[in-house]
């Protein structure tokens, strides 16, 4: 059983520049959420998804975009990069409920300079 | 705006004694509460959960206690191991929600 990975763990953009982060889920998870966790604050919701649609969306600008393909798999997307976007990027996976009980990838690092 | 509040960034505790580590929330519709680990360089992994029906919850080292009057939950985790230092979330959930709320972390230093 294969956990949830992401790629790539480091990245540097500079501002206004456009970044995708990849996101691969625990096998036979069908929910991915993506966090945002800047430096010393706790993980925020950016937003989730469960069968390839949006399944709720916390407090990020448009700019911040997603996707879910058939195979679960994920991706984060975020244009017009700002300095205040550098941060670790989450990605969890999960069957869809709400108990909260996630399965994180490592991370990625986004540095926007 | 903190729903969920961890008001002590950090804690030390030597080998063999007790880690309690704190947790505060605003929000009365959280009914499932968790704790998270996270260890450098990988991302968090999760710990132990409680129900709002419950006030104790207990696996093999780890405890957590809830005091919904008081909007506070505590981990404990006896005997602490140096293994266990590592940044703790505290976070909420409310049931139909999708969305997670963690506080800002306590970062636990277990001393041999």
């Known amino acids: 059983e294969t956990g949830v990975t992401q790629s790539p763990t480091h990245l540097i953009k500079t501002r206004g520049q456009q970044v995708t982060l990849r996101c691969s889920s625990q096998s036979g998870h069908n929910t991915v959420s993506w966090y945002q966790q800047a430096l010393g604050q706790g993980p925020q919701f950016i937003f989730q998804?469960?069968?390839?649609?949006?399944?709720g969306r916390g407090n990020f600008p448009p700019r911040f975009s997603g996707l879910q393909f058939p195979n679960y798999s994920s991706e984060l997307n975020v244009n017009a990069l700002e300095l205040d976007d550098s941060a670790l990027y989450l990605c969890?996976?999960?069957?869809?409920?709400?108990?909260?009980?996630?399965?994180f990838g490592e991370g990625s690092r986004l540095t926007v300079l | 705006d903190q729903q969920v509040k961890q008001n002590s960034p950090s804690l030390s505790v030597q080998e063999g004694r007790i880690s309690i580590l704190n947790c505060d929330y605003t929000?009365?519709?959280?009914?499932?509460f968790l704790w998270y680990k996270k260890y450098p360089a990988e991302g968090p992994t999760f710990l132990i959960s409680i129900s709002s029906i419950k006030d104790k919850n207990e696996d093999g080292r780890f405890t957590v206690f809830l005091n919904k009057s008081a909007k506070h939950l505590s981990l404990h985790i006896v005997p602490s191991q140096p293994g266990d230092s590592a940044v703790y979330f505290c976070a909420a959930i409310w049931s139909g929600s999708e969305k997670l709320v963690f506080g800002k972390g306590t970062k636990l230093t277990v001393n041999p």
């Open positions: 998804y469960y069968r390839e649609e949006e399944n």
């Open positions: 969890a996976s999960s069957l869809q409920q709400s108990t909260g009980e996630l399965f």
């Open positions: 929000n009365s519709m959280f009914d499932y």
